[in-house]
């Protein structure tokens, strides 16, 4: 079987992909994988082919913009990548495709993708590595507030993604955001059942395999292991890997752990280092959580899938702070599951060392954790689930070689 898996964003939305890519390749499988330029030397390193569906330079348009709250403000820059994206995604799904071979495996957001695969009649799984885009359609309320929505984002978009969708003979939509970023075949969820309930709107057939793991942080360095051998556990603070540093967010975090006394690990990303830090902090641009978090006390985010991820696999506590739409879903989750605690408006250093003593003070979340750690070892890897249903799909659909 052939399989075009195509993702867009950040590191973490890329994982996911570049890990079912691989696992997809080591049971004999032919695959390609349409990402960021950013992502080449790691796809190609793995032995995974490499297609350009967007550029580090539309990252950085695209990262700039996830710097300001406002949505007006935050989606106006990025609407020329997002139309790109989906045009060079389209093309590349035609010219990689296979008949009788190949299935397409599409992140959600990579709408290009999925007109490509329509043009063609190919097999398609939409892929969502979150619930966000799932719709609880319960009440009239629910339902009238999407539809606003949809109709701002069909302002924006629909015009030049129906444009794309024509020049490939396919009639015009709207709701881009309704339906169409599920699949009629396969919809998969990359969060176990209990991260998120099945609710009335979700899409159908829907399978949610668990949290995937890939661990493509870089392993732990000799001064660091130094660092952590030294003293207690620190509490790790990491910058969202899609958005530009966030100096105000790192120093208000690490001024709240040390008003505990604590020790510091700060995952400073891509920018530059913190500056004015003493040495009971670390600072590392990026690191193996996997390696990590067993080591740490606690862990404050801005409530990334990825990061919630590993977090619960190392049964550490979180201290989430969202700033876009999907990341407030998130952490509402952490909170209500007992995962930890949110910061509803960022908080300052008082707030948030507040947060951290109920965090480390409460019982309820303790055992909470080591539920939750209990049961995702005994689950196992969500990527399997993934690769299974995929091979089902493939089988169904008598895709030579499934």
Not at 285 to 314: C, M, Y
Not at 383 to 390: E, G, H, M, N, R
Request: aromatic share 6%; charged share 20%.
């Amino acid at each position: 079987m052939h399989l075009i898996v195509a993702t867009i964003g950040s590191l973490g939305d890329f994982l996911p992909f570049f890990g079912l890519a691989q696992l997809a390749r080591d049971r004999g499988h032919d695959v390609d994988l349409l990402t960021s330029t950013a992502f080449r030397e790691t796809t190609e390193a793995a032995g995974v082919r490499f297609h350009e569906i967007s550029t580090r330079e539309e990252d950085a348009v695209r990262k700039a913009a996830l710097g300001d709250r406002r949505l007006r403000t935050m989606l106006r820059p990025a609407r020329p990548m997002v139309v790109t994206t989906a045009q060079r995604a389209a093309d590349q799904v035609r010219r990689l495709y296979r008949p009788g071979r190949s299935v397409v495996v599409s992140q959600a957001w990579c709408l290009g993708a999925r007109i490509g695969a329509d043009s063609l009649r190919a097999p398609y799984v939409s892929v969502h590595v979150q619930p966000f885009l799932f719709r609880d359609t319960s009440s009239l309320a629910s339902r009238w507030r999407y539809a606003l929505k949809d109709r701002a984002a069909d302002r924006l978009l629909a015009p030049e993604l129906n444009r794309i969708r024509a020049d490939r003979g396919l009639p015009p939509l709207r709701r881009f955001f309704h339906t169409y970023v599920h699949s009629p075949l396969l919809s998969l969820g990359l969060f176990p059942p209990a991260f998120a309930d099945v609710r009335p709107g979700w899409p159908s057939p829907l399978l949610l395999t668990g949290f995937p793991y890939v661990d493509a942080g870089s392993p732990l360095d000799e001064e660091l292991r130094r660092f952590l051998d030294a003293g207690s556990p620190p509490v790790v603070i990491a910058q969202a890997t899609h958005r530009p540093q966030n100096h105000r967010y790192l120093a208000g975090a690490l001024a709240a752990v040390r008003q505990l006394g604590r020790r510091a690990v700060l995952i400073t990303g891509a920018g530059e280092p913190l500056p004015g830090v003493d040495g009971d902090t670390y600072q590392v641009p990026f690191t193996s959580f996997r390696q990590l978090l067993p080591r740490a006390a606690a862990i404050v985010h801005q409530a990334g899938i990825g990061t919630i991820a590993e977090a619960v696999l190392a049964g550490v506590p979180q201290l989430v702070l969202p700033l876009l739409p999907d990341q407030q879903v998130n952490a509402l989750r952490v909170e209500q599951l007992g995962l930890g605690l949110r910061s509803r408006d960022g908080g300052t250093a008082p707030q948030l060392a507040e947060q951290l003593r109920r965090l480390f003070a409460s019982p309820w979340i303790a055992e909470r954790l080591a539920e939750w750690r209990t049961r995702t070892r005994a689950t196992g890897d969500g990527l399997s689930t993934a690769c299974d249903a995929i091979e089902r799909l493939g089988r169904e659909q008598a895709l030579v070689g499934a």
